[in-house]
C-alpha cells in the first residue's frame, strides 16, 4: 500500500475526471489516495518520501492550467532536489497544437531534473482522437498501481 498524492492541473475539467478514476481505481487496488485540485507545495511535500501523481492539461501554447502553474514554480523555485520521490504523469493535450501535451511533458522534466523517481512512462491522451480520457487510462493506471507495489 503506498501514500499516493494526485495533483491536477485542468481548465475544463478532463484532467479532474481523469484524476478521479485514478484515485477510485487506486483505492480498489489498496492505495490511499487523495487528489488536490489546487495543490500547494506544502500538500507536494507532505509527500517527499511517498508517491505523486501529476495529471495535468495543457493550454495555451504548451502551458499548465492555472490551477497547477503556481505548485510547478514553487517545486522548481523551492526544492531543487527530491530524490526519495516516486511519480507518474498522465499528460493530456491534443495533437494538433504545436507543443503536443507540453504541461505534463515540462513537469516530467521538471521531477527527473530534480531526481525523482518515475514510475512506468508517461500516459499521453490526445483529446483529438479519444473522447473518454478517463476510460482510455484506466489500463495504464491500473499497471501503474502495480508498478507502485514492485
Ligand atoms: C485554448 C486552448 C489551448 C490549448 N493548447 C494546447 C497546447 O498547447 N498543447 C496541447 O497539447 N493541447 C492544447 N490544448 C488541448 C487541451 O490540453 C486538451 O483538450 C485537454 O484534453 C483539455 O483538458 P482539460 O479539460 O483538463 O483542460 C489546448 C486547448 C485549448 C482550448
Given at each position: 500500500m503506498a501514500k499516493i498524492g494526485i495533483f491536477v492541473g485542468t481548465v475544463y475539467g478532463?484532467?479532474?475526471?481523469?484524476?478521479e478514476k485514478a484515485q477510485a481505481l487506486?483505492?480498489?487496488?489498496?492505495?490511499?489516495?487523495t487528489?488536490?485540485?489546487?495543490?500547494?507545495?506544502?500538500?507536494w511535500q507532505a509527500y517527499e518520501r511517498d508517491v505523486v501523481l501529476v495529471v495535468t492539461s495543457t493550454?495555451?501554447?504548451?502551458?499548465?492550467?492555472?490551477s497547477i502553474e503556481p505548485l510547478f514554480y514553487d517545486i522548481k523555485d523551492s526544492l531543487g532536489h527530491q530524490p526519495s520521490l516516486r511519480y507518474g504523469v498522465i499528460a493530456l493535450g491534443d495533437s494538433n497544437y504545436e507543443n503536443f501535451s507540453g504541461?505534463?511533458?515540462k513537469f516530467?522534466?521538471?521531477l527527473q531534473d530534480q531526481e525523482a523517481k518515475r514510475v512506468g512512462e508517461v500516459l499521453i491522451i490526445d483529446s483529438s482522437e479519444i473522447s473518454e480520457p478517463e476510460e482510455f487510462a484506466e489500463p495504464w493506471i491500473r499497471s501503474w498501481a502495480a508498478l507502485i507495489n514492485g
Open positions: 478532463n484532467a479532474q475526471m481523469v484524476a487506486l483505492q480498489e487496488a489498496g492505495h490511499d489516495a487528489v488536490f485540485d489546487e495543490g500547494t507545495l506544502e500538500e493550454t495555451g501554447q504548451g502551458d499548465l492550467p492555472d504541461a505534463g511533458k516530467d522534466a521538471l
